[in-house]
């Protein structure tokens, strides 16, 4: 499948920072008709509101929450694409006391709101004939990082349930795109203490769009993450995706 974003109506989670807003400029850039900015307080991004206009219409959403997502899914029902990025990172090792706390938080953003938004955005999509849906996984999802574990094991989660979607959505004609980031130089990145290594978040919102347009399933945007890419594209190809 390829899909263009010009004349697109996109919604974004997480919009207003980091890959989010990236990800925003990139749309726009390349010809969008409009973008829900899908953040937890929409002040945030009165910034974009600002530069952008009438092309972007901030909403409020907590991906923590199923009621909320449903919510959203009501104001935006023009939506042929959507870019799930909002996540949360939590610095836990297996053996941190906090372990399952941490777990249970990113599991329910992480996993949980992924499942959400693609339950409520799936028949919107569908029903305005046809689009795509991303979802911002990363490289831990591949490969644990021991400080990162609860983490890594919420996105290797995540990860899984894409895969599961590309099966359900593209008979439906929704192309769905996993995208594997590594560090990039967002706030995220500098929790994680990685913020020397990271990338612009440019680097993803562009290969996002061009991952789009190709109809790829998988994305490694950066230089770290093509690295993973590279070692990991026997197993995915032939496995991942296979035709079944």
Do not use: C, W
Not at 75 to 97: F, K
Not at 136 to 153: E, G, H, Q
Not at 160 to 183: C, D, F, M, Y
């Amino acid at each position: 499948m390829s899909f263009d974003i010009n004349g697109q109506v996109a919604l974004v989670t997480g919009a207003n920072r980091g890959i989010g807003k990236a990800i925003v400029a990139a749309l726009i850039e390349q010809g969008a008709k409009k973008v829900y900015l899908a953040v937890r307080d929409v002040k945030s991004a009165a910034e974009q509101t600002s530069e952008y206009g009438d092309k972007v219409v901030p909403v409020q959403v907590d991906v923590s929450s199923a009621d909320s997502i449903a919510n959203l899914a009501e104001q935006a029902t023009d939506v042929t694409l959507v870019v799930n990025n909002a996540g949360v990172l939590e610095l836990a090792n297996p053996l941190s006391a906090d372990f399952a706390q941490a777990f249970a938080k990113e599991v329910n953003v992480n996993v949980l709101g992924l499942v959400h938004m693609a339950q409520a955005f799936s028949p919107i999509i569908e029903a305005n004939q046809g689009g795509a849906f991303v979802q911002l996984n990363s490289v831990a999802s591949i490969k644990n990082f021991t400080d990162l574990t609860s983490y890594s094991a919420s996105k290797a989660a995540a990860y899984s349930v894409t895969q599961g979607l590309k099966a359900l959505l593209v008979p439906k004609g929704i192309e769905v795109l996993s995208v594997h980031p590594g560090p990039i130089a967002t706030d995220m990145a500098t929790q994680a203490g990685m913020e020397e290594m990271g990338e612009p978040a440019s680097v993803v919102a562009d290969a996002i769009v061009a991952a789009l347009k190709s109809g790829q399933f998988h994305l490694f945007p950066d230089s770290m993450a093509r690295d993973f890419g590279g070692a990991y594209q026997s197993y995915a190809e032939s496995v991942i995706e296979a035709v079944e």
